[in-house]
């Protein structure tokens, strides 16, 4: 992908794209089309929404689901909220996930409805506990709509810092348990 000099951090991607294409199909989910413009504007609410659940610059913010437009906003708004972002695989069993939470110790987890049975036998096995934020993939929009109701739409304006962590990945630990692979924003854009 191209990228523009002014595209430093992971969620600068959408705020180029919706200057320069507001009106240009971003994702396409299930024959639901997002624009740049409505992305942008959804993943700031996103932002705003982690900042308002106590989620602090820095802090990790696990999506449990599968590949949708939910990934991506919760993806770009929490990297707009200065948060890193861990996607937490579905397919794991409870026991595989709950030391990744206890090492990762997340500040949320937004998990597709369809996975929250998943999330709670995570946490019979973890000692960490979280807010868990519930989404529905089949609502007319993004099923993050209703957490995001009453926060503003601007972007939240942090200072973008290029070596911050924008993604953690655990590995299959396959010589012993998962390890979190720190991926900052700078890596991502190399």
């Known amino acids: 992908m191209w990228l523009h000099h002014d595209v430093k951090v992971l969620p600068d991607i959408v705020r180029h794209r919706a200057r320069a294409m507001p009106d240009k199909t971003a994702l396409i989910d299930a024959g639901r089309r997002v624009t740049f413009g409505q992305l942008d504007t959804e993943t700031n609410r996103v932002a705003h929404a982690v900042a308002r659940e106590g989620a602090k610059p820095g802090a990790v913010v696990a999506y449990v689901g599968k590949n949708s437009v939910p990934f991506f906003e919760i993806l770009f708004g929490a990297s707009k909220a200065g948060c890193t972002v861990l996607p937490l695989n579905w397919r ?34 973890a000692t960490h506990r979280c807010k868990v934020i519930p989404f529905d993939p089949s609502a007319p929009d993004s099923g993050l709509s209703a957490w995001c109701a009453d926060v503003p739409r601007s972007d939240p304006g942090l200072p973008a810092d290029p070596n911050a962590i924008a993604l953690l990945m655990y590995t299959s630990g396959t010589t012993g348990r998962a390890k979190g692979v720190q991926m900052t924003h700078q890596g991502l854009m190399y």
């Open 92 to 125: 794991l069993a409870a026991a595989e996930l709950a030391p990744i939470v206890d090492d990762a110790v997340p500040a949320l987890i937004v998990v597709d409805k369809e996975f929250e049975p998943l999330v709670g036998k995570v946490f019979e096995g």
